[in-house]
């Protein structure tokens, strides 16, 4: 195989044209880490822009009447359809991963009172960790590290894809297990949603979160989302009782009564120009269909994988990512001690970014809509020249 190979593939992509959908300005750069950050998409920087003067700049607070209240849930409505497999109504665009993932675990520990105890694994996300940790100190919770759940086990908190290695779980499987020992399942999917097909509702999903800045490129701090199963959508409450979430928002009552759907679970104010970039991003991925991209996507990590063997494992490296594709997501990892260092050169010397998972973990993401072939090519090769012993 040769670089010539890579740019064949690149000329018989059918997603190759999207690449001109983002800004792109340093055609040298290559970027591998969409899967922390994803690129901007130039469309964004118009409709932003439309809701800064047209929207705030001209209505005002008129357009709270012109759609932005219901822009969370019509939005969410976006996602579920393209990019989550969920049906209308079972999503909201709000807050963070973190206070999202906060909202729905104490959801869950309140509708299994008799239970005390949670899982999640010891290598999750830290954010999800912490949440929980605090949740477990706060309420006199034992937490389960690794562990099956049992008739103890209030919730279970799982990515879909492992940050750190891209392994990606069975949805279907694992959430069907978790129900069988009667705990119910907060899905993380920050490092799925927009890259790998998420079948919530023919999963037989009950909750989820996930972060929006990834894969889909919804821009740093953008709203996160969350999904409540319609069937539990009444059965459940918010921890926080935001006026957002109140039946009659601007009767502006006494009492807390929540409204009787997804819209329960918003807190405050919705982050309307936030919201704005993700209704595009998720509008994007519809378009080019997420099949056509996982197809496109396990093809990239493939390509990778093929140069891992041919370049990185002669020096040292290890694969840290599932060689069967149907196991992984949509970034690559891989792994020496000296991997810090390898990355910051990487970045300083060959124009390559990744990002560093310590202890010794330099991971490469993938985003199928922006990364051609090539770049995956130039990228192994780029990390490979930075590996090499030195001359003499
Ligand atoms: C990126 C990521 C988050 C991010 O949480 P924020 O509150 O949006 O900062 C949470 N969980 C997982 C698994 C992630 O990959």
Same mark, same amino acid.
């Given at each position: 195989m040769d670089r010539s190979d890579a740019e064949e593939l690149d000329r018989a992509d059918e997603l190759a044209p999207f690449r001109e959908r983002f800004v792109i300005d340093d055609p040298d750069l290559v970027y591998a880490n969409g899967n922390s950050l994803g690129r901007l998409p130039? =469309?964004? $920087? =118009? #409709?932003?822009a439309?809701?800064?003067t047209h929207h705030w700049g001209s209505r005002l607070a008129r357009s709270w009447d012109d759609g932005w209240l219901d822009e969370a849930q019509r939005v969410g409505d976006v996602l579920a359809a393209g990019v989550l497999g969920a049906r209308p109504g079972e999503v909201l665009v709000c807050d963070s991963t973190t206070v999202n993932l906060y909202k729905l675990a104490v959801a869950a520990l309140d509708a299994r009172p008799d #239970?005390?105890?949670? &899982?999640?694994?010891?290598? =999750?996300? +830290?954010? %999800?960790r912490y949440v929980l940790q605090g949740l477990a100190q706060q309420r006199g919770l034992a937490l389960q590290w690794d562990g099956e759940p049992d008739r103890d086990t209030a919730l279970c908190v799982r990515s879909l894809v492992d940050y750190r290695t891209g392994a990606r779980a069975d949805l279907a499987a694992r959430t069907a297990a978790d129900r069988a020992a009667g705990a119910l399942t907060v899905w993380d999917l920050s490092h799925a949603a927009g890259v790998?097909?998420?079948e919530l509702d023919a999963a037989g999903v009950d909750l989820a979160v996930g972060c929006t800045y990834k894969y889909l490129c919804a821009g740093p701090g953008a709203p996160a989302f969350l999904y409540v199963r319609t069937e539990l959508q009444q059965q459940l409450q918010s921890p926080i009782w935001g006026w957002f979430g109140q039946r009659h928002q601007f009767a502006m009552g006494p009492a807390y009564d929540p409204q009787p759907d997804i819209r329960r679970f918003h807190a405050g104010t919705s982050p309307i120009v936030g919201?704005?970039? &993700? %209704? &595009?991003?998720a509008a994007l991925v519809a378009e080019a269909g997420i099949d056509r991209m996982r197809a496109k996507s396990t093809a990239l990590t493939s390509l990778a994988i093929d140069r891992f063997d041919a370049w990185l494992a002669p020096l040292g490296f290890t694969l840290a990512t599932p060689r069967d594709p149907n196991q992984r997501g949509g970034h690559v990892s891989v792994c020496r001690a000296d991997g810090a260092e390898l990355c910051a050169r990487a970045r300083d010397e060959e124009q390559l970014i990744t990002d560093f998972r310590p202890p010794d973990m330099v991971r490469l993401g993938f985003p199928p809509l922006d990364t051609r072939f090539v770049d995956v090519? %130039?990228?192994? =090769? #780029?990390?490979? #020249? $930075?590996?090499? +012993?030195?001359?003499?």
């Open positions: 130039r =469309e964004t $920087v =118009e #409709r932003v439309d809701v800064l #239970r005390r105890s949670v &899982v999640v694994a010891s290598h =999750e996300f +830290p954010t %999800d790998v097909p998420v919201i704005a970039a &993700v %209704d &595009v991003s090519w %130039d990228a192994m =090769e #780029r990390l490979s #020249r $930075v590996s090499r +012993p030195a001359p003499g």
